[in-house]
């Protein structure tokens, strides 16, 4: 189906009308929010064949996946409805007053926390459900008070313009304002650099490449009036193999981490698209257990031509990099719609850390396996690495002096470490932490998956001896 392409006007009719009705929703009671988000997370699974249906066609992930992907949608809408209906939605802290003279001495003081107003949000193409228009972004800038202007994908135009009408009919049906979710598509970059160019714009929440995020950061802080840009970009999720855990489990690790690599035909933002092992018997062994298992894979089309395509610009450039053995997969079938094969191969730490190429997203199943010598050579790979979504950590069950500093070291470049299971799979909970230091994401600071992701959208103010009548509103915007 053709891409409508928004022009310049009607992107701004569509700001414009968020703007509009800004104010009032970010003073919407948490129970009217409540309410919208539970009806939206209804609406889907009323219309879940349709959608599922038309996903698939868009996107060829299948019937399962999207399944499970329209489940959890409706799972994270309807758990920030329960999370602001249990008194967060206008969360604040006090101190009272105290007399006398300073430091001791003070006014009251009242920290809240006021909608930022219009959010741009950018859908990614391989969750067409849950990082699309009713995902995570949506669901919790909706829930923080901010109504959301969406970016579609082009990769899924059909679904995405069906989903934001049955956004639209609940709006209609609850009697709310239709400008609370507005919706923008087009097929040149133009549409969303005008969207996060637009002065009522005040946030933006970007779910998506590395070069697409940093191009639109870039626009967002050229504004005369710079914004936050909530960007949660591509990852290299190292998996480091300790002997502990090659050594008792070297064939039921590699068959689970052949699963992560194929799930979604790699096109996850946290599959594992490094491990390293230290050289010897046992990784020699999980290394042949990989490939055999990864051989077992079966993976679907890709979600679009030009993913295919940069996959296998991405396998030739790793497999023909200086000081890199191809496992598996080198050649791969040129047509656009095949299946991509698995890619395994195998470099040096020395090489991993001289060449910055080896350490970019090949976004797809591609894994390339980092053989080491020793725990400062896991520390140096992991720093090599820099930033990343997750680190998984086996066999770190044991306290010592290295595994503690391989711990360290995975904390400081990771959002999320484990030390058990594969990381693909990001549970909504409170303690999740998606989002890690640079190039992974724009903010580390914040998350977008799991409750905390309110919290990029709400700026605090401290009231300084607010009226009564200021008070009593405990928190909610006037
Ligand atoms: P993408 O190509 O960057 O597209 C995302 C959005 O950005 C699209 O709406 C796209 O619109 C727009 N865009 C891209 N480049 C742009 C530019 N220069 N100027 C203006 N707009 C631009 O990414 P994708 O294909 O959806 O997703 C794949 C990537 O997302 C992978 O790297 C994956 O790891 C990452 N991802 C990360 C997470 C996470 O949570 N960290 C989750 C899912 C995916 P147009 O296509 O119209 O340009």
């Known amino acids: 189906m ?29 129970q009217t929010r409540a309410e919208f988000l539970r009806g939206l997370g209804d609406v889907l699974v009323d219309n879940r064949q349709e959608l599922v249906r038309l996903a698939d066609e868009e ?33 604040l802290t006090d101190d009272e007053a105290i007399a006398g003279a300073p430091p001791v001495g003070r006014p009251r003081l009242t920290r809240v926390r006021v909608p930022l107003g219009p959010v741009a949000m950018f859908s990614a193409s391989n969750f067409p459900l849950a990082f699309s228009v009713l995902g995570g972004d949506t669901a919790s800038a909706l829930a923080a008070g901010c109504p959301v202007v969406v970016k579609a994908h082009p990769g899924h135009p059909r679904l995405s313009r ?74 290299i999720n190292p998996v480091v193999a300790l002997p502990a855990a090659l050594s008792a489990q070297a064939e039921e690790l590699a068959q689970a981490l052949a699963a992560s690599i194929e799930f979604g035909s790699g096109q996850i933002c946290t599959s594992p698209g490094v491990v390293v092992l230290i050289e010897g018997a046992d990784a020699d062994r999980f290394e042949n257990a990989l490939c055999d298992a990864l051989q077992t894979r079966k993976t679907h089309t890709m979600l679009t ?44 730490a020395a090489n991993f850390i001289a060449d910055p190429t080896l350490r970019e997203e090949v976004f797809g199943p591609a894994c390339l396996v980092v053989r080491v010598k020793s725990a400062d050579e896991i520390v140096n790979v992991l720093n090599a690495v820099g930033g990343s979504l997750t680190v998984t950590l086996w066999g770190a069950e044991n306290d010592s002096a290295d595994v503690r500093r391989i711990t360290r070291c995975a904390t400081q470049i990771a959002g999320r470490v484990l030390f058990s299971g594969v990381p693909t799979g990001v549970a909504v909970a409170r303690s999740q932490q998606h989002g890690g230091p640079w190039p992974t994401s724009t903010e580390p600071f914040t998350t977008s998956v799991g409750y905390a992701a309110m919290d990029r959208f709400l700026r605090p103010v401290a009231l300084q001896s607010a009226p009564a009548w200021l008070a009593e509103l405990g928190g909610r915007p006037c």
Do not use: C
Request: proline letters at 6%; a negative charge.
């Open 59 to 91: 996107s060829a992930l299948g019937a399962v996946r999207l399944n499970a992907e329209l489940d959890r949608t409706t799972f994270q809408l309807g758990a920030f409805a329960d999370h602001i209906e249990t008194g967060n939605a206008f969360a």
């Open 162 to 235: 069906r989903v934001f009408e049955l956004a639209q009919s609940v709006l209609a049906k609850q009697s709310l304002p239709q400008a609370v979710m507005g919706f923008v598509e087009g097929a040149s970059v133009d549409v969303g650099v005008a969207l996060v160019r637009n002065p009522d714009i005040a946030a933006v929440a970007f779910t998506g490449s590395f070069k697409g995020g940093k191009a639109l950061w870039a626009e967002a802080n050229s504004r005369p009036r710079p914004i936050p840009f909530y960007a949660e970009l591509g990852s």
């Open 2 to 30: 053709q891409i409508q392409e928004h022009t310049a006007a009607q992107i701004q009719a569509t700001v414009e009308a968020a703007a509009r009705i800004s104010d009032d929703w970010a003073r919407s009671s948490a």
């Open 305 to 348: 031509p030009g993913v295919k395509r940069n996959f296998d610009a991405g396998v030739a450039r790793l497999t023909r990099a200086p000081g890199v053995q191809t496992v598996l997969g080198a050649e791969q079938d040129s047509d656009d719609n095949a299946p991509p094969r698995p890619l395994l191969a195998r470099t040096s």
